[in-house]
């Protein structure tokens, strides 16, 4: 298949999130979240300008859209600003938004 390069796309990765539960586990859950795909030299800058909480200044950047969160009484969250600075700020979440950025840039697969 013939290479297309593309100025701007996005692509999108299954966030499987571990939940601590009160019995000393955890819960899996997911959901799916798109991302905008930046290049290495805007990633970079975006690390060097910031002062602390560099993956959550990369992830305000990159995490653009997401799809199968429900809050607590069991409705659909629809994206937002205020619902991406919520998720980027649980360790928890956060941590595997970042992993699976980096994996779609690089072309690994999600285990399944």
């Not at 950047?61 to 991406?84: A, H, M, Q, W, Y």
């Not at 970042?98 to 999600?110: A, Y």
Request: net charge negative; with cysteine.
């Amino acid at each position: 298949m013939t290479f297309v390069l593309r100025e701007n796309h996005t692509f999108k990765r299954k966030i499987e999130v571990k939940v601590p539960n009160d019995n000393g586990g955890f819960t899996a859950q997911s959901f799916m979240a798109t991302f905008d795909a930046i290049d290495s030299e805007e990633a970079e800058q975006l690390y060097e300008d910031a002062d602390t909480h560099k993956d959550r200044v990369l992830l305000r950047r990159v995490f653009i859209d997401c799809d199968g969160i429900k809050d607590e009484e069991g409705n659909v969250e629809t994206f937002s600003d205020d619902l991406r600075e919520t998720l980027i700020k649980i360790p928890y979440v956060a941590l595997p938004l970042i992993t699976e950025f980096w994996k779609g840039l690089s072309g690994q697969k999600t285990k399944n």
